[in-house]
Antibody, heavy 116, light 106 residues
Framework: EVQLVESGGGLVKPGGSLRLSCAAS????????MNWVRQAPGKGLEWVSS????????YYADSVKGRFTISRDNAKNSLYLQMNSLRAEDTAVYYC?????????WGQGTLVTVSS | EIVMTQSPATLSVSPGERATLSCRAS??????LAWYQQKPGQAPRLLIY???TRATGIPARFSGSGSGTEFTLTISSLQSEDFAVYYC????????FGQGTKLEIK
C-alpha cells in the first residue's frame, strides 16, 4: 500500500523559514516524480513544485519561485520542501503527491500557518 | 499560460439524479485531463485520468468525456457519498487545477 506522510508544518512568522518532509513507502520511490501541492484555507488546489525521479528536472510555480526549494533523498525514500521568506499567502495545507501528470496517491497534508 | 475554468461553482442536485460538471481549458490540453473528488478534511481522490479513464476502484457511475478544451464529468445517479468538491486538473504541461465545483444536496 502506498503511503505518503508529511511532517514539518507549523506556525511561522512572515519572513521565516520552514522545511517540510514527506516519508514515502509502499512503492519504488526512486522511480517516480514527486510533487508538492497546497491548499489555502477554504480555497482550491495549487501545484507548488515538481521533482523528477533522479532530481534532474525541477519546476516551481511562479508564486514560490526563488523562495522554495524542492529536493529528495532516494536512499531515505523522502521528499522535502525548504520554504524561505514565507508570506501570509503561503498559509495552506501542503500535500505531498506521487504524480505522473495526475496523482492517485496523496499524503494527508501538513498545515503551514504564516502569521505574526 | 493555460487557465482552467470550472462551471458551475456550485451545483445543487437531488440524490439519485444526474450531475454534470464542466471544465474548460483556455487552450488545448489534448486528453491530459484528470478529475478529483475532495471531501472536507481529506486529501483529493483521483476519479478520472486521460479525460475518460476511471481510476482504480472508482464506481461506474462516474464518467469523463471531452478532449482539447472542453471536458465533462458526469455522475449518473448521485449517492449521498458523492456530495463533495470536484476539481479538474490539466497535465499537458505543469499541473494546473480548476477552481472547483461544489456539489451539494438539493
Amino acid at each position: 500500500e502506498v503511503q505518503l506522510v508529511e511532517s514539518g508544518g507549523g506556525l511561522v512568522k512572515p519572513g521565516g523559514s520552514l522545511r517540510l518532509s514527506c516519508a514515502a513507502s509502499g512503492f519504488t520511490f526512486s522511480s517516480y516524480s514527486m510533487n508538492w501541492v497546497r491548499q489555502a484555507p477554504g480555497k482550491g488546489l495549487e501545484w507548488v513544485s515538481s521533482i523528477s525521479s533522479s532530481s534532474s528536472y525541477i519546476y516551481y510555480a511562479d508564486s514560490v519561485k526563488g523562495r522554495f526549494t524542492i529536493s529528495r533523498d532516494n536512499a531515505k525514500n523522502s521528499l522535502y520542501l525548504q520554504m524561505n521568506s514565507l508570506r501570509a499567502e503561503d498559509t495552506a495545507v501542503y500535500y505531498c503527491a506521487r504524480m505522473n501528470g495526475y496523482s492517485s496517491d496523496w499524503g494527508q497534508g501538513t498545515l503551514v500557518t504564516v502569521s505574526s | 499560460e493555460i487557465v482552467m475554468t470550472q462551471s458551475p461553482a456550485t451545483l445543487s442536485v437531488s440524490p439519485g439524479e444526474r450531475a454534470t460538471l464542466s471544465c474548460r481549458a483556455s487552450q488545448s490540453v489534448s486528453s491530459n485531463l484528470a478529475w478529483y473528488q475532495q471531501k472536507p478534511g481529506q486529501a483529493p481522490r483521483l476519479l478520472i485520468y486521460g479525460a475518460s479513464t476511471r481510476a482504480t476502484g472508482i464506481p461506474a457511475r462516474f464518467s469523463g468525456s471531452g478532449s482539447g478544451t472542453e471536458f465533462t464529468l458526469t455522475i449518473s445517479s448521485l449517492q449521498s457519498e458523492d456530495f463533495a468538491v470536484y476539481y479538474c486538473q490539466q497535465y499537458n504541461n505543469w499541473p494546473l487545477f480548476g477552481q472547483g465545483t461544489k456539489l451539494e444536496i438539493k
